[in-house]
Each structure stands twice: as C-alpha cells, then as structure tokens.
C-alpha cells in the first residue's frame, strides 16, 4: 500500500527539489519503514526548510540500503543512536503502533521534535502522557493525519457547518482494502505491535467524522469485528457512534475485504458522506485526495455541483493563513509544511491539537471495548 502511494507520488505528483535554507530542520527517521518515502521523504525534497539528514533502522544493512536509495545521509544500526546524534533536530516515528509510545517517548528525552504516525498510541492513557512530556520538554509532537492537512477536508467541514445541508443527521465513512494488499505478516496483523483494522485504517473514519462534527462520540451504539486467525485482531471493524444531538456516524474499516460473491473484486474505499435534512455531501477519496477526488453536493431543492479542490480555494477567512501550496502537494507534503511552520514558531495553517489526539484513541479504545476486543496492550516501557 505504502509502495504503491510512493510510486503514484513521485510518478505522478513530484515537485521540484527546493533549494535548502542555511538553517533548514535536520530530521531523522526510526525504521526504514514503507511509508517513510511518501509520507515525509518525497515531501521533504519540495520544502526548502527540511533536510532528511539520517535513518536508523534494526538492521545496518536494511539502514543502508534505505539511505542509498533515497539519498540520505547518515545512518545508525540503532534508533537510539539517532536520537543520540545532537545535530538531528526533529524525528520521523513511523514505527509499529505498538512502538509508538516508547520511541516517541525516548525522542522527546533526547529533545526531538517528532512527527508521529497515527495512531498516536494504542491507548489514550499513553497518548495524554506523550503530550503531557513534550509540553515539559518545551518540543513540539504531532500526530500524522495527513488528510486533515489538505484542504479537501476543510472544504467538506466548510460545506457541512455552512448549513447547506441543513441539520445534520448521519455520516458514513470508511477505509477499506480489498483482500491482497495487506500481506499475512503485516505488522497489521500483530496483535502485540498494536495490530488491527480499526487502529490502521478506522482511524481515518473515526477521525473524520469527529472532524467535521467538530465533536466526541456520546456512545457507541455497535460494533462488530471480523477477526484474523489471531482473535484479538479484527480484520475488519464495522461501527455505529451515537454523536451529540442525534447523529448517527457509521464507521467501516477492513484490510481484507473479500470479492463479493467470492468472484468479483473490491476497490478501494476511502470516501465519507454526510447527510443532513436539506441535503448531503459527499468526498469521493478523503484519505488520499491528491491521487484523485472530488466532492459532491446534492441539496433536496434538486440542485448538484461537484467541486475538487487540491489548493486552497481561497486566501480570506479560514483560508488565509494556508501556505501557497501547488496542485501537486500531497496530504504529506501540506502536513510537513504545518509542521516545520510550528517548530519554527510559525502559525501553521491547521493542527491537530494534543487533546484531539487523545480524545481520538479514547474513540478507538470505546469501539474496540464495544466490539468485545478490548483495547491493544499497554506498553510495558517506562521511561
Ligand atoms: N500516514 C499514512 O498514510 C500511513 C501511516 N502508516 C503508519 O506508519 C506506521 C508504519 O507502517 P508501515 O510503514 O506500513 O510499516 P512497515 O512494517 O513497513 O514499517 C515499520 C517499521 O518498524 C520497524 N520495526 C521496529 N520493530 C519492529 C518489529 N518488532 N516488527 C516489525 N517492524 C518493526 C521496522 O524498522 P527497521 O527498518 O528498523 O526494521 C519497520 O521499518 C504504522 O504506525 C502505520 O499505522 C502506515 C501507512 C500509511
Ligand atoms: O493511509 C493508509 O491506508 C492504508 C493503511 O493500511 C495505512 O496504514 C493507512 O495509514
């Protein structure tokens, strides 16, 4: 999946290589991870204020084959290494799940700002405390959901608050994979690294959905699992949150779907849909817009428009503190901006706030407790 989002990206959407500033953020990445290429290192080339200085991964080897093949400078046989490097200002954190909280924690020890994947933890308890030590150590954490950074969510939030669709009623939104993509010894699948469906693509809905309701789940009316061959991992997650005032939000997650009627094969399916007593809305791709989007409205008076919006629409209201982005910047490369703007003691154009990221695993934790799950397990590290 990871590879596939690389190869688009850098076929289809690469922007020329920046000229780096004198004083440009030297970040390093822990794992030679598959998402690492597109989610920082090709969105990196592009801005004149990050430089990818160094990976460590496990395995010298694995580091410097990863180094060599994307230009990176400096590599270390251990994580701790680079976090020992005093020249790295800032880390990439795109580690199993499970490994989120002791790295990230260890990286704030060693004064790193880190931009962490999502999901920030497998527990809110562990997220409120990474939060709670970067705010002690004055360095700033974010958590990578890169959609929120692109203006095709903003633009649905935009259409839902106006009242265009009157009183919001429901929501329906989902991150599913049809069987094949995620392989058998994904790290997805590891129940001990923080595996399951809900914590790798449900996030995305259930992040969305809080999103734009600009609100937490009351309840969780359902939830039903698919389980893996390991039990405790759900294959796929389907969920229904109570939302103040009434609304109803369906989440559905899957790594796996399997061909319908065992012959025809599934897509892809990262859309939302928000329906209100005037209307609805929908944003066809809000996971990944930069490939391919767009939103439509249908409002019961029998009109319909269809808007697509890879830049910023506009440079007045809530849009005029948005960078001057191109077509072509991914989620990623509009996240790294954001973040190199808030290290830099500049105002980004939007953020996820350390209690918006607790908050969205207390949402995961509540699912997967309905579900019958429970929770991925605690991190046994302390600091
Ligand atoms: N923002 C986005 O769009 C996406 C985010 N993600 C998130 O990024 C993270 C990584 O995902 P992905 O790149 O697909 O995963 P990979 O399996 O490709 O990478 C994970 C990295 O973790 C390291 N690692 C450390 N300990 C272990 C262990 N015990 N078992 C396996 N790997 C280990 C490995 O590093 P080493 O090189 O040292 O061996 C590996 O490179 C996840 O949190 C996922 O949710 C994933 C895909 C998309
Ligand atoms: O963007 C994504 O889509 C597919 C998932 O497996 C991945 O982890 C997620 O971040």
């Known amino acids: 999946m990871a590879g596939l989002i690389d190869f688009i990206s850098r076929k289809l959407f690469s922007t020329p290589e920046a000229i780096k500033e004198p004083d440009a953020l030297r970040i390093g990445i822990l794992g030679a991870a598959s998402i690492a290429p597109a989610a920082l290192i090709n969105p990196a080339r592009s801005h004149p204020g990050v430089v990818i200085t160094a990976v460590a991964a496990r395995d010298r080897t694995r580091a410097d084959k990863f180094a060599k093949q994307h230009g990176i400078q400096k590599v270390y046989a251990s994580y701790?290494?680079?976090?020992?490097?005093?020249?790295?200002?800032a880390v990439y954190n795109p580690l199993p799940n499970g490994l989120h909280y002791e790295w990230t924690l260890k990286a704030i020890k060693a004064g790193k700002h880190v931009l962490l994947e999502k999901p920030s933890c497998n527990r809110a308890e562990e997220t409120r405390r990474v939060f709670d030590y970067a705010k002690e150590k004055g360095v700033v954490v974010l958590e990578a959901f890169h959609y929120r950074f692109h203006p095709s969510a903003h633009r649905l939030r935009q259409i839902v608050s106006s009242g265009e669709l009157g009183t919001i009623q429901s929501l329906k939104g989902a991150l599913?994979?049809?069987r094949g993509i995620v392989g058998a010894d994904d790290i997805r699948y590891n129940y001990s690294l923080g595996g399951g469906s809900l914590m790798d693509g449900g996030t995305y809905p259930v992040s969305f959905?809080?999103?734009l309701t600009f609100a937490e789940p009351v309840s969780i009316t359902s939830?039903?699992?698919?389980?893996a061959p390991d039990a405790r991992v759900d294959v796929g997650t389907i969920a229904t949150l109570a939302m103040p005032?009434?609304?109803?939000?369906?989440i559905e997650c899957d790594m796996a779907l399997p061909p319908r009627f065992w012959i025809v094969p599934r897509m892809f399916d990262m859309g939302m849909t928000v329906k209100g007593d005037k209307g609805e809305a929908t944003l066809f791709n809000f996971v990944l817009p930069m490939l391919y989007h767009y939103i439509t409205v249908k409002t019961?008076?029998?009109?319909?428009?269809?808007?697509k919006v890879y830049v910023p629409p506009s440079t007045e209201g809530e849009?005029?503190?948005?960078?001057?982005?191109?077509?072509?910047w991914s989620t990623y490369r509009y996240q790294l901006e954001a973040f190199v703007d808030k290290i830099q003691g500049r105002k980004p154009h939007y953020w996820v706030e350390a209690d918006d990221s607790v908050k969205q695993m207390e949402a995961i934790e509540q699912i997967y407790a309905k579900s019958g799950l429970g929770s991925r397990p605690a991190s046994t590290f302390v600091l």
Do not use: M, N, Y
């Open 223 to 227: 939830a039903h699992a698919r389980p």
């Open 319 to 328: 849009w005029e503190c948005w960078p001057k982005a191109e077509a072509s």
């Open 209 to 211: 959905v809080r999103f």
């Open 80 to 89: 701790q290494e680079l976090l020992d490097d005093p020249s790295i200002d």
């Open 176 to 178: 599913t994979l049809p």
């Open 300 to 307: 019961k008076d029998g009109k319909s428009r269809t808007e």
């Open 245 to 250: 005032g009434d609304v109803s939000a369906t």
